[in-house]
Structure formats: C-alpha cells, structure tokens
C-alpha cells in the first residue's frame, strides 16, 4: 500500500503560481507512472499531466506551456508547477501513482483561484 499526501494547495490569484507537492510513503515511487488529477464541482476527476519512470511527460491542452510535472525518485515525491493560473484551473487536485495494477491515489489538495 503507497501512501500519498498532497500539499501545496491553497487560493491564489488568477495570473500567480502554486506549487503542488505528492510525498509518497510506505512504497518507493521509482518505477511507477505518476499523475495529477483534478476534479472541479459537478464535473468529473480528470487527468491534469503524467510523468513516466522515465521522465517522459505529458499533458492536457489547456495547461501546456504554464504547468510542469517533474518528480523526484530519491524524495520519493511528486511535482505540479502551475503558473499563470486561471479560474477554470481551480480544484481538487489529486496524486495518482500506477504501477501495474497498483493504482493509489492521494486525498487531494483545493486549488482555488480568484479573478
């Protein structure tokens, strides 16, 4: 069993930053696929970006180019970037970790975002 703990959430201006963090603990993060999710009011959770073991990444259209996944092995730990945040960026955003058919996910973190 992985456990992931978000953090990094909080209310910011449309236009600033936040910086989401995913520690993960009784299992190593090596290996598997590590994603962000978000899941706005009334709408369903839906992917955000992804990062592979390898590094490789990818992302929803309409955050490329402002947001960046990036993870750290050794920390054990997960990144989200997101810069230049819109109000329809805001919401539960949560870690997910794959690794064949290990899925966990973490209890999210609130993203709000003022206009």
């Known amino acids: 069993q992985v456990h992931l703990v978000e953090s990094g959430g909080g209310l910011v201006q449309a236009g600033g930053s936040l910086r989401l963090s995913c520690a993960a603990s009784g299992g190593r993060v090596s290996g598997a696929t590590l994603g962000w999710y978000r899941q706005a009011p009334g709408k369903q959770r839906s992917l955000v970006a992804h990062?592979?073991?390898?590094?490789?990444?990818a992302y929803i259209e309409s955050v490329k180019g402002r947001f960046t996944i990036s993870r750290d092995n050794a920390e054990n730990t997960v990144y989200l970037q997101m810069n230049s945040l819109k109000p329809e960026d805001a919401a539960v955003y949560y870690c997910n970790y794959l690794f064949g058919r290990y899925n966990f996910w973490g209890q999210g973190t609130q993203v709000t975002v003022s206009s």
């Open positions: 990062i592979t073991n390898d590094g490789n990444t």
